[in-house]
């Protein structure tokens, strides 16, 4: 009789009772808050600029590539190194599939392959996490929000989300993810419930980061942007202090719920805002 090759430790670990399982806790969103912001002429993305893990600091956590179908932004929550290593293998997978893109001739089919080569990374990142756990007691975050320029005659911008579990999809709404999230989706609920124009959405924007900033835990530093389409030459547009923003912001706010509007013509109203 030959005996059976013992169990590795990812069998091991498959076999354990219910109640271990229970144990193992997904890490939440270590920093950030960031979003996306769905405009009727474009899109913005946005983030804080605060890092923290073992050590707090600030960068930048948006960046922009371009590749054979157009350009996209990119920002997230979570892990650092698994936002960089999603961040840096995204690039790569689009890359590969530039012979794809340059024979696509309808967004549809440009999105499809977008879609599918981010999918591939995060299902890669995320098998290769649980195959090989650093922490076996924690499973890392990962969420991502994307915004692309699809170029061409049928030129459009859309918005992506990879969510915390894994699934990636296309979205026609605003989008937030990290630690303020919910601050910023309640201000962008009141404010903004559906698109506006960009020039109007920018100042939404900086509203909605800015109060998650002084709300929740993890955030803070600048306020950036990047909008599609964007200006020439592409730059980001950073907030540094939002004092002056939030007091005229609230200041309006007061104006529109508080004042007499039954007793006030469009135009008087109007002038107060």
């Not at 405009?39 to 922009?64: F, M, Q, V």
């Not at 698994?82 to 999105?111: N, S």
Request: net charge negative.
């Amino acid at each position: 009789m030959t005996s059976r090759p013992p169990l590795n430790p990812y069998q091991l670990r498959k076999l354990q009772p219910m109640v271990d399982k229970r144990k193992r806790r997904r890490m939440r969103p270590l920093m950030t808050v960031c979003a996306g912001f769905l405009c009727t002429d474009g899109i913005l993305i946005g983030a804080d600029t605060e890092l923290s893990g073992e050590s707090k600091y600030h960068a930048s956590k948006l960046s922009r590539a371009t590749f054979a179908g157009g350009e996209y932004a990119l920002t997230g929550t979570g892990s650092v190194s698994f936002c960089g290593m999603a961040r840096d293998f995204i690039w790569g997978a689009l890359d590969d599939a530039e012979e794809e893109f340059t024979k696509a001739r309808t967004v549809e089919r440009k999105a499809k392959i977008f879609s599918s080569a981010v999918d591939s990374v995060i299902k890669a990142i995320l098998t290769a996490y649980i195959e090989h756990p650093t922490y076996p007691d924690q499973i890392p975050y990962l969420e991502l929000i994307l915004g692309v320029h699809f170029k061409g005659e049928d030129e459009q911008m859309k918005l992506m989300h990879c969510a915390g579990d894994g699934g990636v999809e296309w979205i026609d709404h605003h989008i937030t993810a990290g630690m303020g999230a919910d601050i910023a989706m309640r201000f962008i609920t009141i404010l903004s419930p559906g698109p506006r124009p960009m020039d109007v959405m920018k100042a939404i924007a900086f509203l909605c980061i800015a109060e998650a900033k002084l709300g929740a835990e993890g955030t803070s530093g600048d306020s950036q942007l990047i909008q599609f389409p964007h200006p020439r030459p592409p730059v980001f547009q950073t907030w540094y202090s939002e004092s002056p923003l939030l007091e005229i912001a609230e200041e309006a706010l007061e104006l529109a719920v508080c004042a007499p509007r039954n007793k006030l013509t469009d135009a008087d109203f109007e002038g107060r805002l």
